[in-house]
Nanobody
Framework: QVQLVESGGGLVQAGGSLRLSCAAS????????MGWFRQAPGKEREFVSA????????EYADSVKGRFTISRDNAKNTVYLQMNNLKPEDTAVYYC???????????????WGQGTQVTVSS
């Protein structure tokens, strides 16, 4: 089992920045690709970004390209999502996810965190 705990959410004005963190425990962190998803009220959960085990392969949703940056620190068992130039439409609960590879993380990841709320005011 992999346990994932997100932190760093909050309320920010449009144009501001937040950095989300996801701390992993339970298994060898570097064996897993990691990802971020989000779910806005009344909408389905959507993919945001994913990063491979060694950070050599990264993917972003078109809606966040150029504004969000995913990174990981395998020594700290943590994945990050730096979010800049936030927009009201970025308001959502953000979830961390893990699985064996980026393709699986983008599809149906086997492990999920509990989520952290991000609210962007206009």
């Amino acid at each position: 089992q992999v346990q994932l705990v997100e932190s760093g959410g909050g309320l920010v004005q449009a144009g501001g920045s937040l950095r989300l963190s996801c701390a992993a425990s339970g298994r060898t962190f570097s064996n897993y690709a990691m990802g971020w998803f989000r779910q806005a009220p009344g909408k389905e959960r959507e993919f945001v970004s994913a990063i491979s085990r060694t950070s050599g392969h990264i993917e972003y949703a078109d809606s966040v390209k150029g504004r969000f940056t995913i990174s990981r620190d395998n020594a700290k068992n943590t994945v990050y999502l730096q979010m800049n130039n936030l927009k009201p439409e970025d308001t959502a609960v953000y979830y961390c996810a893990a699985d064996a590879g980026v393709a699986r993380v983008r599809g149906t990841p086997g492990y999920w965190g509990q989520g952290t709320q991000v609210t962007v005011s206009s």
